[in-house]
């Protein structure tokens, strides 16, 4: 499968500092730089929407992963992600812990498909940390998420992993 590249920029420079601080401002020359300025700062503007923003924010925000238009959608139009990330409280032993999705203004109805979600905890004093579901023949920590909560069930000991994140991301038809 070939890899698509189109969002990398040349890093080739069309013009030389020092010569556009000579041209004259009406020149053939001075316009078709200006041409040339414009197409670039529209080449990295494109391509910075494209982008994974890379943040994780407790709010939602537009990750700026697209994916493949919904066949329903008569505009045909690409889907983007929407991310939020926030945190938990720790895991309990032998028991659950929940949080409420509308608390960080998610709605999960019908038009929401989650592309991607993980619950990662951490524990401040062994410094060990694990994916939830996790299970090793003992010790099990699941997570499953509802119309409404994120719901993280364990059986076993896991008192000390008292930070856990959640990271959810998903599109809207």
């Known amino acids: 499968m070939e890899i698509n ?3 990398l920029l040349s890093l080739t420079q069309s013009y030389d500092p020092t010569q556009i601080r000579e041209l004259e401002t009406d ?17 990295i503007l494109s391509n910075l929407n494209l982008k994974d923003s890379g943040q994780y ?11 493949f238009p919904n ?4 505009a045909n139009a690409l889907r983007s992600s929407v991310r939020v990330a926030f945190d938990m409280p720790g895991l309990v032993n032998n028991g659950t812990t929940v949080v409420n999705l509308a608390d960080f203004g998610v709605v999960f109805d019908n038009k929401v498909t989650f592309v991607n979600h993980r619950v990662i905890a ?6 060990l940390s ?3 579901n996790f299970y090793d023949g003992a010790n099990i920590a699941r997570y499953r998420i509802t119309q409404t909560q994120v719901i993280i069930t364990t059986v076993g000991i ?3 992993f008292d930070k856990v994140q959640v990271v959810l991301e998903y599109i809207i038809d």
């Open 5 to 7: 590249n189109s969002t």
């Open 27 to 43: 020149s053939e020359e001075f316009k078709e730089f200006l041409v040339q300025l414009y197409l670039t700062t529209n080449d």
């Open 57 to 67: 924010g407790k709010t939602k925000s537009i990750s700026g992963q697209q994916y």
């Open 71 to 74: 066949p329903a959608d008569p």
């Open 122 to 127: 951490t524990s401040s004093t062994s410094l």
């Open 130 to 132: 694990f994916s939830l």
């Open 158 to 160: 896991f008192n000390a």
